[in-house]
C-alpha cells in the first residue's frame, strides 16, 4: 500500500479485524446480515447485531440455524434486491459448500468475510488458509487482507466489485483468524457521507429480482440445451477477468477518497531489483517483508509478491514477476492433500523451468512462524539454488518439533 | 369461502402453461393450480430440488408464469427468509411462496423449516406431499407411510411417518393445516386465510403420485378423495389458537361413517403386499391419530 493526499476526512480508529469488518458493513448500508456463530469470526456478527439493534446500522438480522442457512438467507436476500453481507469461518465455510456454488452461478452479489481457520479433525481454531482456499473453483472472487486497516478496505470495496455490472459475482474476503481478527491496530474510517458519495445503494434491478408482482422471470431451471451451462461457465470466467479491471478501477477511485493505494490484485516489495521472491498472502506477509528486509541488510536480493486477490487468479502479475528471477519461494499456509500447497501449485505452473522453485508448507494448525525463521527459510534455499543450481522443490514441510 | 363460479371464472386461465414435463396424472400441477387460483396469479415462487423443478420444462422457456427461483434442495425456507425480508424492506407486501416436496421439507430441509418457522417469516410453505423422493426414482421419504413399498424399502418401509404439519404447531407458528389436492375449495380457502395471516404459515398439502404409488395414472383424485373417505388422511386447519376438522373430513370423525381401508390400498400397487395384519395396524393408527387430532381441536378450541 501507498498513501495518497486523502479526499475524504477521516477517523483514526483501533479495532480488531473482525470489528473493522462490521465497522465497513456498516458504512456500506447493508440491508440484510445473516450468519451463524463460529470461533473466530463470531465478533463479527456480534458487533453487527450491537449495532442494528443500536440504530448505526438499518438492517434486518436474521439469526438462522446453521452456515448453510445463513448463506441461504443473504443469497435469497440478493435476489429480492437487498446488499446483503455474511461471515464465517472453517468448517461453517465447508458447510455452505453447496450455496456456495448456486450463490455465484445465479450472478447475485453478495459480500462474506472468512476469517480463516483450521478444519478438523483434531478441532483446532487457529490459523489457517486452507478454508479459505477450497472455495477457490465456486466462482466467489476471494481477496486476503494483510492487516486491519486492508480488512477494512477490502470489505468496503467488495461491495462496489461484486455489484459492478462487469462482474456480478459474490466477493469473499479472507482475514486470518485471531492474527487479524482479534489483534487490535490502528485504522483510518472514512466517513459515512464520503462512503455515500462514492457507494450508492444497490440497485435492485442488477442483475434481477425475484418478487411477488415482478416480472415472470425464472432462476434456475433445467436448460435445454447442456452447453448452456458451458455458456455460463465462460461468462463467469469473462466476469472474472473483467473483476480484474474493475478492482482496480474501484481501488483507484477508492484511493483518491481515502488516499490508499493498493496493488490493486498483487502488490510487490522491493522486486524491481530482485533475483529471487518470497510469494505469500494474508498476515503472515507482514513477517516475511520483515525477513525479506533482514535479508536485503544481508545483501541478499530478494523481494515480497503478496497476493491480494486469488480469483480472479492474478496470472499476468505472477507471470511479470516470476520471469527474469533466478528463484521463487511460495509460502502456503494450507494443504491440498495428494498435491502439495495450493498457491505453490497455482503459482508453480508459471515459472519458468530455468527459475528455481520451492513449494513451503508452514504455519498449517495455527503454528506461528516467526520472521527469523522466514529469513532461515529464504536464506536456505537462495543459498541453495547459488550452490547447485536451478533447483525445483515442489513441497518443503516446515514442522516445528513437537514437545512432549 | 370460495364460490364455484368463481372457480369457473378460472377456467380458461393458464397459471401454468400446457406442455410440462409433469407424468401422466401428476398431482402437482393440480394443487399449483389451486394455489395460483387461491393467491389469482400473483406470487413469487421458491422451489427446491424436487418434481416441480423439472415439471416447468427446460430454459429459456418456463411453464410456470410467477417469478419463480429454484434453490438447492436443503435452503428454500432460508432463500425465502431472506427474499421476504428484502422484498418487504422495499415495500412490496406480495405472498413468498415455498412450494416445495416431502423430500425438501421433512428430511433434508428440516433445520432450514424449523428456523423459517421459530423465526416466524412471512412465508407462505406448501409441503406437496407425494410420499416418497419421486423424481430420484421413488425412495423412501420422512413421510412414506409404514410398509409402503419404494425403491429403498422393496419389503415396506419399516418406519412410521413424520407428522411435518403437527411439528410445524409446535412451531407455534400462527396458521398450520393439512389439505388434499381432492378438495380444492378446501385447499383454496385455507391458502386465502393463511394469507389473512401475517408470519410463518404451513399447508400440508396431500398430493398422490401414480408412478410413485404404482397406480392408474387416472386415480391422482381418486386415490386423494379415498384417502380422506377411509380417514385415512385428515383434513384439519390451525388457525391463531383454534384448530378444527375442515368440512370435508367432519364426517369421518365418526369411525363408522369411513370407507373401508382396503379401497384406499388396494388401487396402489406400493401397497399389494400388505397381509390383513398389516392392514389392521394401519387401522390402528388411523384411529390413533384421529384420536389425537379430536383431542388437539379440544385442546385448540
Known sequence: ?404 | MVTLSELHKYGTRKFIMPGTAACPGCPLLIGMRHLAMALDGKFAMVIPAGCSSVIPGTAPYTAYSVPVLHVPFASSPAVASGLVRAIRQRGNEGPVVVWAGDGATADIGFATLSGAAYRNEDILYIMADNEAYMNTGIQASGTTPWKAWTTTSPRGKTEDRKDVALIMLMHKVPYVATASIAYPMDFIDKVRRAMQVRGFRFIHLHAPCPPGWKMDDSYTIRAARLAVETGAWILWEYNQGKLTISPPSIPYKDKSRRKPLEEYLKIQGRFAHLKPEDIKLLEQKIDEQWEFILRLAELFK
Not at chain 1, 473482525?18 to 450468519?35: G, I, M, T, Y
Not at chain 1, 487490535?184 to 464520503?194: K, N, T, V
Not at chain 1, 416480472?215 to 473483467?242: C, F, Q, V
Request: charged share 25%; hydrophobic share 40%; proline share 6%.
Open chain 1, 1 to 404: 500500500m501507498t498513501r495518497q493526499a486523502s479526499l475524504a476526512r477521516q477517523v483514526r480508529k483501533v479495532l480488531i479485524g473482525d470489528h473493522a469488518v462490521a465497522e465497513a458493513v456498516k458504512l456500506a448500508r447493508v440491508n440484510v446480515v445473516s450468519a451463524y456463530p463460529i470461533t473466530p469470526q463470531t465478533l463479527i456478527v456480534e458487533r453487527i447485531s450491537e449495532m442494528i439493534e443500536r440504530g448505526e446500522l438499518k438492517a434486518d438480522f436474521i439469526r438462522v440455524e446453521s452456515e448453510f442457512a445463513a448463506l441461504a438467507t443473504v443469497y435469497g436476500a440478493a435476489v429480492g434486491g437487498a446488499r446483503a453481507f455474511t461471515a464465517t469461518s472453517s468448517h461453517g465455510l465447508f458447510y455452505m459448500y453447496e450455496m456456495l456454488w448456486w450463490a455465484a452461478a445465479s450472478r447475485v452479489p453478495i459480500v462474506m468475510a472468512v476469517v480463516t481457520r483450521v478444519l478438523g479433525p483434531p478441532w483446532n481454531i487457529h490459523n489457517e488458509h486452507t478454508d479459505l482456499l477450497a472455495i477457490r473453483d465456486s466462482g466467489w472472487i476471494i481477496g486476503m487482507a494483510q492487516n486491519v486497516q486492508e480488512v477494512f478496505d477490502m470489505t468496503l470495496t467488495a461491495f462496489k466489485i461484486s455489484e459492478d455490472e462487469r462482474v456480478l459475482l459474490p466477493v469473499a474476503i479472507g482475514l486470518d483468524g485471531f492474527i487479524l481478527s482479534h489483534t487490535a491496530e490502528p485504522l483510518d474510517i472514512p466517513s459515512q457521507e464520503d462512503v455515500d458519495s462514492w457507494l450508492p445503494p444497490r440497485n435492485p434491478k442488477i442483475p434481477y429480482t425475484i418478487e411477488p408482482g415482478g416480472e415472470p422471470i425464472t432462476m434456475g431451471n433445467l436448460p435445454r440445451d447442456d452447453a448452456y451451462h458451458a455458456l455460463l461457465k465462460k461468462y463467469m470466467d469473462e466476469s472474472m477477468e473483467n473483476a480484474k479491471r474493475v478492482i482496480a478501477e474501484v481501488y483507484t477511485e477508492y484511493g483518491k477518497l481515502t488516499g490508499r493505494n493498493y496493488g490493486p490484485l498483487t502488490e510487490c516489495y522491493r522486486c524491481s531489483d530482485a533475483k529471487y521472491i518470497a510469494v505469500s498472502m494474508g498476515a503472515w506477509s507482514g513477517d516475511i517483508l520483515y525477513a525479506v528486509e533482514r535479508l536485503r541488510d544481508e545483501g541478499y536480493p530478494v523481494g515480497l509478491l503478496r497476493l491480494r486477490y486469488i480469483r480472479p487468479f492474478p496470472e499476468e502479475d505472477i507471470t511479470a514477476w516470476v520471469s527474469g528471477m533466478r528463484g521463487v519461494i511460495v509460502f502456503d499456509r494450507d494443504y491440498s492433500a495428494g498435491l502439495g500447497g495450493i498457491l505453490a501449485s497455482e503459482i508453480g505452473g508459471l515459472v519458468p523451468s530455468n527459475v528455481s522453485f520451492e513449494g513451503v508448507l508452514a504455519g498449517l494448525g495455527g503454528v506461528d512462524v516467526s520472521p527469523d525463521e522466514f529469513r532461515g527459510i529464504i536464506k536456505d534455499f537462495i543459498d541453495k539454488v547459488e550452490r547447485e543450481g536451478p533447483i525445483r522443490v515442489r513441497k518443503y514441510w516446515y514442522i516445528p518439533k513437537i514437545e512432549r
